[in-house]
């Protein structure tokens, strides 16, 4: 089956290996690959097995062959969370995200424009980051940047990451928020993989309730930021905010523009896993601020992203929006109406 419709903007790769480290003393988490069964490698972080991956995080071919399946015609590739590496040192860090950008672009390159990319920018040092993020869209060409919902316990609402963000906004790069080792991971009880399926949504909550309280995107209103997991908790927080600004007058005063109004100039992907979501989502943020996301080509991925948008029943009209028309508003390409 053949579609030519929808438009991912939350889809992973891991390169085939991971270079050398340059220098003398290797931080101790420095990634390598391992061999696995077939068609699989290991991540292999601070000596144990981070993830095993398929060859579909890095052969394009095995990439562009999934995407019809889909119903896909357009797929945005950004690294797997874990190796933006805000925990390294930040040279360390830049070593390896220039080599994550250049496999990105090379991907890009090979797509036959069937695949465009988001890298990464050691934002542990926003300086540096910036130095990155004119590397990755004005030479390479990539769509924007990924960062994650907290760069080493700190909210990307905090005011030393202002920069980066402003220049974001004037390089016309679009940035895509995706949980990142989330707070609260005491609280869980039982196996490992409870951080993705219960933690991730927490923290992409937050992270986007601190661009709203922090007033990030009244300052940068041309910035364009995206949130992974149908932006986590942000939909249940988000009444208690507004009644919140209501209410107080530290956070009347604080926050300038009501948050509800705020949160619906904000993107958000549909990986909810849920009808019913969905609809709410839409209903919360507005029509025009969702845009498919998968998390392929990962175990823990949506699998027909636009059977999952019909199950929702909307409108031609949203059904379009969702499927590619927000998207092309969130990456800078030419709006195409419905036929």
Not at 10 to 25: C, K, M, Q, T, W
Not at 66 to 74: E, K
């Amino acid at each position: 089956m053949t579609c030519h419709c929808g438009i991912d903007t939350h889809a992973h790769v891991v390169p085939e290996n991971f270079p050398r480290y340059i220098g003398i003393d290797a931080p101790s988490d420095w990634p390598s690959m391992a061999p696995a069964h077939a068609c699989h490698r290991s991540v292999m972080i601070a000596g144990k097995v981070y993830r095993t991956v398929s060859d579909k995080c890095w052969d394009a071919g095995r990439r562009l062959d999934d995407l019809a399946t889909m119903g896909l015609d357009l797929q945005v590739i950004s690294p797997m969370p874990e190796l933006l590496s805000y925990w390294m040192k930040p040279r360390d860090a830049q070593q390896l995200l220039h080599f994550l950008n250049d496999q990105i672009a090379a991907m890009v390159a090979a797509s036959s424009g069937r695949l465009a990319g988001f890298g990464a920018v050691p934002l542990q040092d926003p300086e540096l980051a910036i130095r990155a993020l004119e590397y990755a869209v004005q030479t390479l060409g990539l769509s924007g940047v990924e960062v994650g919902s907290n760069i080493n316990g700190r909210p990307i609402g905090a005011p030393e990451f202002e920069p980066f963000f402003a220049a974001c906004e004037a390089m016309g790069a679009a940035v895509f928020v995706h949980a990142i080792r989330p707070a609260g991971m005491e609280r869980l009880i039982g196996p490992s993989a409870l951080q993705q399926v219960l933690g991730y949504p927490g923290d992409v909550g937050l992270a986007a309730a601190s661009v709203l309280t922090s007033n990030l995107i009244e300052r940068h209103p041309d910035l364009r930021i995206a949130f992974s997991h149908g932006g986590g908790t942000l939909a249940m927080l988000l009444p208690r905010l507004q009644q919140g600004w209501g209410v107080f007058q530290a956070l009347k005063e604080g926050i300038t523009t009501a948050p509800r109004e705020q949160a619906r100039r904000l993107f958000y992907d549909t990986l909810v896993f849920d009808a019913p979501t969905l609809r709410h989502l839409v209903s919360v943020f507005g029509e025009t601020q969702l845009m498919i996301g998968t998390d392929y080509p990962f175990n823990f991925h949506e699998r027909q992203p636009v059977a999952a948008i019909d199950a929702a029943g909307f409108d031609s009209a949203t059904r379009h929006r969702l499927l590619r028309g927000n998207a092309q508003r969130f990456l800078h390409l030419p709006v195409q109406e419905p036929a």
